[in-house]
């Protein structure tokens, strides 16, 4: 492939360079097993020590509170049924929102199948929770609110403070799945509540395999991953160095540029948005223009399918994705496209561009060139676009 | 996204350049199967002559990779057959005709072959002949109201 323009970058980014490095001597010299005893390990273990304290400061909280995982997923895993488990004698009743990452979700309908409790929370068409709904769910016998930082489809980003208020005036512990969040966006454990924090270090130019999940001083939940006595005896298996010190130099490049990259991304993705509104008839942008993760535009094109639409814009080296029924595999599309009211037909035909602050301005032109190439080609053979046409005329 | 991967050559050929898009005016025959809620819909117009003859076939497809490509073969393997052999021009033809089908497409070769059946069905009513073998079109499209009335930008 000549050019390839990557606009997935909700789905993973580039190691960057000066991250890659900075992990390298941990491959083929620092090789050794932080837990051993002797100075060789001893080293890599500060180190690893060092790279949790970055991480720790980048959002309020100490290193202490910040356990390694091996990624978004078990991290969220072990928050929610973690906690299930530890509190299931106070209650079994669990609160999260419809939008959620399937590593939620399909957590959450586990825990159904084991006698437990869940209220999802349905949102508003930009994929906003109401607050007041989410006060009226709290039961006594609620033991965890989860709700997600950022939304990885439509990039609308939850009023996290206000949550963690109403969770912090209840009792109840809070929960975030912060993976499209962290590293995009300025969190603080203390002034926004959050007891429990996921993130996931290849969503910021880290690598793949190694997440975290922050906890708050004195919140106890039970492990998920039994075994040796690594992370204060809460998270067995061998410690990711490599990993981790990746996580760490990418956390904090993510933060030292933070405003500077949300003033860049916004600025190519307003102009993405502008652009594909003004310019495709029967576009629409889906989630928050205000609430939203800077990096994140996502459309639907009405008589045309996201499958085809996606394959055609690989042809011309873009890399998108979408939340049509073809690309999950099942017969509905995206369940955040239809928790924020879209009809299935209108689901089918999406596409998510997710660019990073390597993106320019001429990528941006190229993918709605491209773009409207694609749907225009695409219309002149969908029957539903003939009818349309057809309908209109005769109106 | 792993469908790209799947689909065999002779899929992404049929889909990058699709065969016989496009309207016939007065068609002999035409049918719509498939709906929109579940993310496809086939269209296929047919121009059959005074001998049953299979004169021209085109179609217009919404749906994934697959569902265009399908379409594509199927108006390919139908064009100068007459109405019977039309009418065994099955989704194992097609798909077989394509090199084969990922296992979640095979539903788009199942439509295809429901698209040539629902044309051949309009046809035969218009002419108020029966051809043997053919059954009423099944699939109608799911002409929800909110999707001509969803509106602009969110």
């Keep these: 492939m000549s050019k390839m323009i990557y606009m997935d970058n909700a789905a993973t980014t580039r190691v960057t360079p000066e991250v890659f490095e900075a992990m390298r001597p941990y491959f083929t010299e620092l090789y050794g097993n932080p837990s051993s005893a002797y100075e060789f390990s001893g080293k890599i273990a500060k180190d690893v020590n060092e790279a949790r304290k970055t991480i720790a400061g980048t959002i309020g909280a100490n290193e202490s509170e910040i356990y390694f995982t091996n990624g978004g997923s078990e991290s969220d895993n072990w928050a929610i049924k973690g906690i299930a488990d530890q509190l299931k004698d106070k209650g079994k009743h669990i609160i999260t929102t419809k939008i959620e990452h399937h590593a939620v979700l399909h957590t959450c309908e586990f825990l159904e199948e084991h006698g437990y409790e869940v209220t999802y929370l349905p949102v508003d068409e930009k994929g906003l929770i109401s607050l007041e709904e989410l006060e009226k769910a709290i039961k006594p016998e609620t033991i965890l609110i989860s709700i997600m930082f950022a939304n990885n489809e439509i990039g609308t980003i939850e009023p996290v403070a206000k949550i963690g208020e109403i969770a912090r005036k209840h009792g109840v512990i809070f929960h975030t799945d912060a993976v499209q969040a962290f590293g995009h966006v300025a969190i603080n454990v203390d002034e926004m509540n959050i007891d429990l924090l996921s993130a996931s270090a290849h969503k910021l130019n880290g690598p793949k395999g190694v997440g975290l999940l922050y906890i708050r001083k004195g919140i106890k939940l039970s492990n998920l991953i039994h075994g040796g006595a690594q992370e204060h005896g809460r998270r067995a298996g061998t410690t990711n160095a490599a990993g981790i010190i990746g996580f760490g130099k990418a956390a904090e490049i993510a933060y030292r540029k933070l405003e500077e990259t949300i003033r860049y991304e916004s600025k190519l993705r307003d102009k993405l948005i502008k652009r594909v509104v003004e310019e495709i008839p029967y576009s629409r942008v889906n989630g928050d223009l205000e609430n939203r993760l800077s990096n994140n535009a996502n459309f639907c094109f009405r008589f045309v399918e996201g499958e085809s639409l996606l394959i055609l814009l690989d042809k011309k080296g873009i890399c998108a994705s979408s939340g049509s029924a073809c690309t999950s595999g099942s017969l509905d599309p995206s369940h955040v496209l239809l928790a924020i009211g879209l009809p299935h037909e209108i689901a089918h035909g999406s596409v998510r561009l997710t660019i990073s602050d390597e993106t320019t301005e001429e990528d941006i032109d190229y993918a709605v060139d491209s773009l409207k190439e694609i749907v225009d080609r695409l219309r002149s053979m969908s029957p539903l676009y003939e009818d349309f046409v057809k309908k209109e005329k005769v109106g | ?154």
């Design chain 2, 1 to 154: 996204m792993s469908q790209v991967t799947e689909y065999s050559e002779k899929v992404m050929d049929h889909f990058s350049n699709p065969r016989n898009v496009g309207e016939i005016e007065n068609p002999s025959g035409v049918g719509t199967v498939g709906n929109a809620k579940c993310g496809d819909i086939m269209r296929m117009y047919l121009d059959i002559d005074e001998n049953q003859i299979v004169r021209e076939a085109k179609f217009k497809t919404f749906g994934c990779g697959a569902a265009i490509a399908t379409s594509s073969m199927a108006t390919e393997l139908v064009k100068g057959k007459n109405v019977r052999e039309a009418l065994e021009v099955t989704n194992k033809a097609v798909m077989e005709a394509l090199g084969g089908l990922p296992p979640v497409k095979v539903h788009c070769s199942l439509l295809a072959e429901q698209a040539i059946h629902a044309a051949l069905w309009d046809y035969a009513e218009k002419n108020n002949i029966s051809i043997e073998g053919l059954t009423p079109p099944v699939n109608d499209i799911d002409e929800t109201k909110e999707f001509y009335e969803m509106q602009g930008e969110g």
